[in-house]
């Protein structure tokens, strides 16, 4: 089982969720709205202290294919996540100007639509992610709501998509048994789970990943 430590703010941060088993960091950019977002300068500083085999992840909330290709080139992660859906440009666009970089979309899990958006979209990315929150608002809420969906839909998509699947979306150390037994993703990705005071905690941790 994967494992992606969202929100991570700084160095520490990273090793710390490093240290205890995870293999992905989340690093978020500009938002509407949402917790955890860092300057892309700070990204970059993270991105360059972590282990090659590490996958750092930029969220970005661009829907213009040109934006997400130059704010990666100011970052460097080696995976780019993105949580709107685009509106200029396609992914093929960002494969063509940066081949080695994986791309991931999220899926924010609202109902039956839901799974129709995952398998479409699952046709031209490495990865989909399953996440809470409404797009759709007057502020859109594009992750980091620390609510739960419904897990019966993202169970569907995995079973339906042939493309490996993240869930998201509230998942905390009393909870992550009980989403992985009822969704089986290929990985889970949490961002206040595991956070006392917005802070990462290595208690929190710890605990999660017994249950992981």
């Known amino acids: 089982m994967k494992v992606k430590i969202c929100c991570i703010s700084s160095i520490e941060e990273a090793h710390m969720a490093i240290r205890s088993g995870a293999t992905e960091l ?53 995976t780019i996540q993105i949580v709107d859906k685009l509106k200029y440009g396609n992914y093929h666009d960002i494969r ?25 979209s699952a046709k031209d ?22 609510r739960t969906h419904n897990w019966e839909l993202s169970k569907i998509i995995v079973k339906t998509i042939d493309k490996p699947v993240f869930l998201a979306g509230g998942l905390n150390p009393t909870n992550i048994k009980n989403a992985i037994e009822t969704v089986n993703p290929y990985g889970v990705d949490l961002c206040s789970g595991v956070r ?17």
């Open 26 to 78: 989340g690093l978020v950019g500009p938002m509407p709205s949402g917790p955890g977002i860092i300057s892309e300068s700070k990204i970059a500083e993270i991105v360059k202290s972590v282990p090659d085999y590490i996958n750092t992840f930029l969220l970005t909330s661009e829907t213009d294919v040109k934006n997400i290709i130059e704010q990666h080139k100011r970052v460097k992660t080696n």
């Open 96 to 120: 063509n100007a940066i081949p080695d970089v994986k791309l991931v979309q999220v899926i924010h899990v609202i109902n039956e639509k839901s799974v129709e958006e995952a398998q479409e």
């Open 125 to 146: 990315v490495d990865y989909i992610l399953l996440d809470s929150g409404n797009p759709n608002k007057e502020i859109k809420e594009l992750g980091g709501t620390g």
């Open 196 to 212: 006392y005071n917005g802070n990462l905690n290595a208690q929190k941790l710890e605990l999660f990943f017994v249950h992981v």
